[in-house]
């Protein structure tokens, strides 16, 4: 039986340091891949390191080689200078004398999925390609939940493009007291966490998958959640790391799946629905944004993107459709501003609250 990085990691992770932690902790393991029964992997230590971390390497060869279904390992220890400094570095959360919380870096291996205590369903709103509102229904379906009595907590797991903090009008950055655990922020009723508040808001995050999976599983386990009905999560586009690491590594309620009507979009959105059928995720169903269009001077409806194509697709599939989301100037304007158009009143925010009430009654919220 050929053993996974997962338990090669968890390995790696029993064999202490003299100063503390791990070599999987302190993030020295690079390279690491598994050929039949063969492992090579990288330690990698500041030159300063070197000559005490030659017995590391000799007793993580002996641990490794221990494991079933390893046949020979190869374990380099190489020592750099300080590196450039990066595009965007891994943020530090707490000042002073406080411990810090490094965001980013490889995941901790886990043996089976999780949920964060207190979090009674976990689900994910996700798109098969950018540009369809995905964020946008995010945040409007978490402020209409909490609206009608719901414990809502909304994690903004879209690491490269965050805009929860834009959309939902905060920028506080979290604290971390004891450089463990991190305190979510609270608006419009709905407890968030968001890659970006810890962030540069003009820098880009320039991270290698197992950066964003460290971060996901972070920000999943290490947030106080606290007591919550449901943590919606806002994936991003495509099928990608995030949500690979999100469904195997989460206990997952289910997903909704967001599209726009038009048969571009419905062609992405089926890779999507195929990817959670692949990861043996619930699809809990459906939702049409960008639905119509009503003129503000004619009261003319139109059908900008098409209409009823992601209602006709939730047929053929044998799923439910959720509802119709139109396309309006004030939920952008909203949104821009930094209170979601569902936290008012009005037709729109109604069409908002029919979809969180129809989850609700279906005992998904």
């Known amino acids: 039986m050929t053993p996974t990085h997962e338990q090669i990691l968890a390995a790696l992770s029993s064999l202490g340091l003299p100063d503390g932690g791990n070599l999987v902790s302190h993030d020295m393991i690079r390279a690491l891949s598994v050929d039949g029964g063969a492992v090579r992997f990288v330690i990698e230590v500041s030159p300063e390191q070197a000559p005490k971390f030659s017995g590391v390497r000799d007793a993580a060869q002996a641990i490794v080689s221990r494991l079933e279904g390893v046949e020979s390992v190869s374990a380099v220890l190489t020592a750099h200078g300080p590196a450039a400094k990066p595009a965007a570095p891994p943020p530090n959360l707490g000042t002073g004398a406080k411990p810090a919380l490094k965001i980013g870096g490889h995941p901790t291996p886990q043996a089976e999925a ?68 991190i305190i979510p922020l609270t608006a419009h009723g709905v407890t968030m966490m968001s890659i970006g508040l810890m962030m540069d808001p003009d820098k880009a995050v320039v991270w290698r998958g197992p950066m964003l999976m460290g971060a996901l599983q972070q920000m999943m386990g290490q947030v106080e959640w606290g007591e919550l009905d ?16 999100l469904c195997t ?34 699809v809990l169903g459906l939702v049409e944004n960008m639905s119509h269009y009503i003129c503000p001077t004619c009261g003319t409806e139109a059908h900008i993107f098409g209409h009823g194509g992601v209602a006709a697709e939730a047929e053929k599939l044998g799923l439910p459709f959720l509802g119709e989301i139109p396309l309006e100037l004030d939920i952008r ?8 158009i569902a936290a008012g009143q009005g037709a729109v925010s109604e069409a908002y609250s029919v979809l969180a009430k129809r989850l609700i009654d279906g005992g998904m919220a």
């Open 333 to 340: 304007l909203a949104a821009d501003s930094g209170t979601p």
């Open 114 to 181: 999780t949920k964060p205590s207190g979090v009674d369903r976990i689900v994910a709103i996700a798109s098969g390609k950018g540009g369809v509102g995905k964020s946008t229904l995010s945040s409007n379906l978490a402020v209409a939940l909490a609206k009608q009595g719901r414990k809502v907590g909304l994690l903004d797991a879209d690491i490269y493009g965050p805009s929860q903090p834009r959309m939902m009008g905060v920028s506080d950055r979290p604290k971390s007291p004891d450089g463990k655990t």
């Open 249 to 282: 590594k989460t206990q997952m309620t289910g997903a909704i799946v967001v599209s726009t009507p038009q048969d571009v979009a419905l062609l992405d959105a089926r890779k999507a629905l195929d990817m959670f059928k692949t990861l043996h995720t619930p």
């Open 230 to 245: 449901i943590l919606l999560v806002d994936l991003p586009p495509g099928t990608g790391d995030v949500q690979l690491t």
